[in-house]
C-alpha cells in the first residue's frame, strides 16, 4: 500500500520509518528545504539551537519515544540526566526529595498526601490542576512549583491543565523517570530517524508543498503536490488537525470537529545563551518556581560538548508564554531572571537566540491533556503529532504514544 505523510516533523518521520519497515511504501512530503520541522537544530557560530523542542527527552532513553527508537534500530544515543532537577528555592537549589524541607510540619503531611495522589493510588476529575492542588495545600510556594514544572515541560500553567491529567503525567514519571539530553540534540534524533527511513527505500520530498487533499465520499483519494495530483492508498498528516482541516476543503464535521475548534497551542518563549564556563554542571533540569517568567533551565553541553564550540557551553532557558502578550517584554523579563538566577551571569554569558513559539508554529498544537483522535472521519486520513498525544505522555512522549497507536490502526485496515 502506498502511503502520503504530510509534514517531516517528528510525527511524521516516525510514522514514516514505522511504516516504511512494515512492508508500506511511504513518502514524506515537507514544504519547508529541510526536514525536522520544530525537531531539529540550526548552527549558530558553532552552537546548536533547535528550532523548537528543547534538547531533552521528557523520559531520557526510558520512556515511549526511547523504546520506539531502539525497537527501530537506529544509531541514536540519548543521555539519561543526573540529577533528573532540582528546585531553586531562596536562593537554594533542592533535589526532588528535599522540596519537603522547605514546608512546615503541618505542611509536610499535606505535601506527603498531594505526592500519594500523584504518584500512587490518586484520581482527579476535571477540574483545573490549580484548583485541585488550592484544596490540597495552602502554601503558595507549592503553586510555584507545579507552574515552574507546567512551564517547562508543557508550556503551559497550572489552570491550563486538569488535575486529572497532570495525575497522569507525574504516574508516568514515576514509570518512566525523568529526562535525558540527545547527542547531536534534536537533528542527532532525527538524522538517525531520516538514515533508517531512507535506508529502508523510504522517499522524502523536500520543498514540495501538499496544496489540498482530495476527498470522495469521506474516502481519501489524493493529493495535490505543486499543482499534480499524486494517488495514495493512506495519508498521514502531521501538520496539525486544524492545517489537516483547510487541506479537505473543511470537512471534517460533528463531534471532531468540535473538539479541533477547542484546541488551544501551548505557546513558549526559549533563550539560548553562550556560556564561557558551566553554570549548572550537571544534566539535569534547574526549576525556577521563584522567576517572574523563567521556568527552568538546563545545559546540554555537560551530556554533549558538540552543541557548543571548544569550551563553550551551551544555556537553555524556557517559559510559556501567553497569547496578546507583548513578546519583547516577556523576553526582556525572562534575561532578567537569568541574571537573578545567575549572579555571574553578565561576566560569563551573552544571549544569542531568543524564540517564541506561537502560532503556526508553536510549542505543541494542543495543550496537555486535550485528546484528539489519531482517527479523522475520513477514512485513509490519520492524524500525528503534538497534537494527537494519549494521555498522560509529554512532549516527544506523547508524539511517538500517538503515533504508535495510528500505526496499530493502519496495520488493521
Known amino acids: 500500500m502506498r502511503v502520503a505523510v504530510i509534514g517531516s516533523g517528528l510525527g511524521g518521520l516516525l510514522s514514516g520509518i514505522c511504516l516504511q519497515k512494515k512492508g508500506f511504501d511511504v513518502t514524506v512530503f515537507e514544504s519547508l528545504r529541510y526536514p525536522g520541522g520544530r525537531f531539529t537544530n540550526r548552527n549558530y557560530k558553532g552552537y546548536q539551537i533547535s528550532t523548537g523542542a528543547l534538547h531533552m527527552i ?6 515511549p519515544f526511547g523504546q520506539m527508537l531502539t525497537s527501530l534500530d537506529l544509531n541514536f544515543n540519548i543521555i539519561d540526566s543526573v540529577p533528573n ?5 531562596n536562593n537554594r537549589n533542592y533535589l526532588f526529595d528535599e522540596i519537603p524541607d522547605v514546608f512546615s510540619f503541618v505542611d509536610r503531611i499535606k505535601l506527603t498526601i498531594v505526592f500519594s495522589k500523584l504518584l500512587t493510588f490518586g484520581d482527579a476529575g476535571d477540574e483545573s490542576l490549580h484548583d485541585w492542588l488550592k484544596k490540597q495545600i495552602k502554601n503558595p510556594i507549592a503553586l510555584q512549583l507545579t507552574d515552574s514544572f507546567c512551564g517547562w515541560a508543557l508550556s ?3 489552570t491550563q491543565i486538569s488535575a486529572k491529567e497532570f495525575i497522569a503525567i507525574t504516574k ?19 538524522d538517525a530517524i531520516i538514515d533508517g527511513f531512507e535506508n529502508e527505500n523510504g522517499h522524502l520530498k523536500l520543498g514540495c508543498k501538499v496544496g489540498k487533499i482530495g476527498i470522495e465520499k469521506d474516502n481519501i483519494k489524493h493529493i495535490e503536490v505543486n ?9 498521514v498528516s502531521d501538520i496539525g488537525p486544524k492545517g489537516t482541516n483547510i487541506l479537505i476543503n473543511n470537512k471534517f464535521s460533528g463531534d471532531y470537529l468540535n473538539k479541533i475548534n477547542k484546541v488551544e497551542e501551548a505557546s513558549g518563549i526559549k533563550i539560548s545563551v553562550a556560556c564561557d564556563k558551566p553554570m549548572l554542571g550537571h544534566t539535569g533540569v534547574l526549576f525556577t518556581p521563584e522567576s517572574r517568567r523563567i ?8 551530556a554533549d560538548s558538540k552543541l557548543a564550540p571548544d569550551g563553550k557551553h551551551l544555556l537553555m532557558a524556557h517559559q510559556a508564554f501567553t497569547p496578546g502578550s507583548d513578546v519583547r517584554k516577556e523576553i526582556q523579563l525572562g534575561i532578567v531572571d537569568l541574571h537573578n538566577i545567575f549572579p555571574n551571569f553578565k561576566k560569563n554569558c551573552r544571549v544569542i537566540s531568543a524564540q517564541c513559539y506561537r502560532g503556526n508554529w508553536p510549542v505543541n498544537r494542543a495543550v496537555s491533556g486535550l485528546q484528539i483522535d489519531h482517527k479523522t472521519p475520513i477514512n485513509g486520513l490519520f492524524l500525528v503529532g503534538d497534537s494527537v498525544k494519549p494521555s498522560g505522555y509529554m512532549e516527544t512522549e506523547g508524539v511517538a504514544a500517538g503515533v504508535e497507536l495510528a500505526i496499530k490502526s493502519i496495520e488493521n485496515l
Not at 535525558?180 to 537533528?187: D, L, S
Not at 499543482?227 to 495519508?235: L, M, R, T, V
Open 85 to 89: 532537577g532540582e528546585f531553586r528555592i
Open 156 to 158: 503551559i500553567n497550572s
Open 227 to 235: 499543482n499534480e495530483k499524486k494517488y495514495f492508498d493512506i495519508i
Open 172 to 190: 508516568n514519571i514515576k514509570r518512566f523517570k525523568g529526562p535525558g539530553i540527545p547527542i547531536g540534540g534534536c537533528k542527532g534524533i532525527t
Open 295 to 302: 521556568d527552568g533551565v538546563n545545559e546540554v553541553t555537560n
Open 58 to 63: 521528557p523520559h531520557g532513553s526510558r520512556g
